[in-house]
């Protein structure tokens, strides 16, 4: 059957903006609208998330469980890259929008829909990352943005919502934007608009106040294999179960907190506020493992790509041909990424107390100091150094020192040092 209106599926969320997009698509676009929302670990309530979008104008309203896709296919990755926006971010909203965006278009092609929607700004990442994915996946689509359309800010929003009877979670009194999932929790607008204002403690939910957690914190040993977080304490746990246990874990230790000034790719910058609990704690227990079983060069180079790995992803280029060949390398790196890893979690910091694996590099017979146990051949040492300083010395008895021309002597002058011995005089 033929819609008597043109279809459009809308990236549901059930906040501010989504919500009054389901009445303007409906009314001023006139918009059969669908809604899709899907959870990755936002902890809200299918049906009351449904019933809300009925209420706003949807025709119909779909929910999916995707907390274990989004583990095992976007999270996980991003743990094996090491990747971390501008060194600080773990990327959570931005590995989320790649998921829902595939989602959409399915849902798209299975409802005879020719545009999809979403909620984002004109001034965030998010518009760029749905738009960019849904152009990869399905380039005869039309993406639909509200909120880069209509004439509101957050203030004219509310109003609008509650002039035409639709229910949003958000007041004038607390206007934070917020999104989250598994991997973290995202925090804008505000009075965090000023980066000179400390965040309010009404900004965390996830993380307990550092000074007030338990002063005798919490040790957890995190088990990995090839590279992937498969047990907490020994006990083996699915993966958004144990992504969930460490976010508890993690948060009720004041682990987690971010407080970000960062470049977004439309080029302003944008104080975030982040809690991201179990993905502090597991990367701080990743890289412990990777510093005992992977080599300096392999380090030294994945440390590179991990930050063009993380650029991508968060300027929206998931589904680009290099995201996938920098995660095929990263992939290859791991697998003797396997052993566990102890963390002391306590006041806001995550400690690593020890690691071990059965494919460390770590040799103890050769990093020991005790002669009794060395295997360490020490008379090689002075041919390697030779050799590694031959270009050096070579430099300096051809062209004279390799200090600047003008450079002074730093030791200073004998009047002004303190000698002893037979020769003081």
Not at 96 to 106: D, F, K, N, T, Y
Not at 169 to 175: A, K, L, R
Request: proline letters at 6%.
């Amino acid at each position: 059957m033929i819609p008597s209106r043109p279809r459009c599926v809308l990236a549901y969320s059930g906040g501010l903006d989504t919500s009054v997009a389901v009445h303007w698509l409906t009314q001023e676009r006139g918009f059969e609208v669908i809604t899709l929302s899907v959870d990755l670990g936002e902890s809200r309530d299918p049906a009351q998330l449904q019933e809300r979008a009925l209420r706003a104008g949807a025709v119909s309203a779909h929910v999916i469980d995707a907390r274990d896709l989004f583990v095992r296919h976007f999270v996980w990755p991003a743990l094996q890259a090491g990747a971390r926006y501008q060194g600080v971010y773990p990327l959570a909203t931005a590995l989320g929008r790649p998921l829902i965006a595939r989602l959409l278009v399915e849902l798209a092609r299975e409802e005879g829909a020719a545009s999809v929607a979403h909620g984002c700004t004109g001034k965030g990442n998010d518009q760029v990352r749905f738009d960019v994915a849904v152009a990869a996946l399905a380039p005869e689509l039309t993406v639909v943005a509200p909120v880069r359309d209509w004439e509101m800010g957050r203030s004219e929003e509310i109003a609008y919502a509650a002039a035409h009877g639709i229910e949003v979670p958000v007041t004038q009194e607390s206007p934070y934007s917020i999104d989250a999932n598994l991997w973290g929790r995202s925090v804008e607008t505000g009075v965090l608009e000023d980066p000179w204002v400390e965040p309010p403690a009404d900004v965390f939910a996830w993380t307990q106040e550092p000074q007030a957690a338990p002063a005798q914190g919490t040790v957890v040993a995190v088990g990995f294999t090839a590279g992937l977080p498969t047990s907490l304490d020994g006990q083996p746990l699915e993966p958004s179960d144990l992504v969930e246990r460490a976010n508890l874990l993690a948060g009720a230790n004041g682990v987690g907190r971010i407080d970000h000034v960062e470049d977004r790719l439309v080029g302003i910058k944008s104080r975030e506020v982040y809690e991201a609990p179990g993905a502090v704690l597991l990367d701080t227990a990743h890289r412990a493992l990777e510093a005992l079983t992977l080599s300096r060069d392999v380090l030294r180079v994945k440390a590179q790509l991990a930050d063009e790995w993380a650029r991508l992803v968060y300027d929206g280029l998931w589904y680009s041909h290099l995201r996938q060949c920098l995660s095929a390398f990263a992939a290859a790196t791991q697998g003797h990424v396997t052993g566990e890893v102890r963390v002391r979690l306590r006041q806001g910091a995550a400690t690593v107390l020890g690691r071990r694996s059965p494919d460390a590099l770590y040799r103890p017979e050769l990093a020991t100091y005790d002669r009794a146990g060395d295997r360490f051949r020490h008379r090689a040492a002075e041919g390697f150094i030779s050799l590694f300083g031959l270009p050096l010395r070579t430099q300096a008895e051809v062209q004279g020192q390799l200090t600047a021309p003008d450079d002074r002597p730093l030791l200073p002058p004998r009047s002004h040092r303190r000698i002893a011995g037979p020769g003081a005089g």
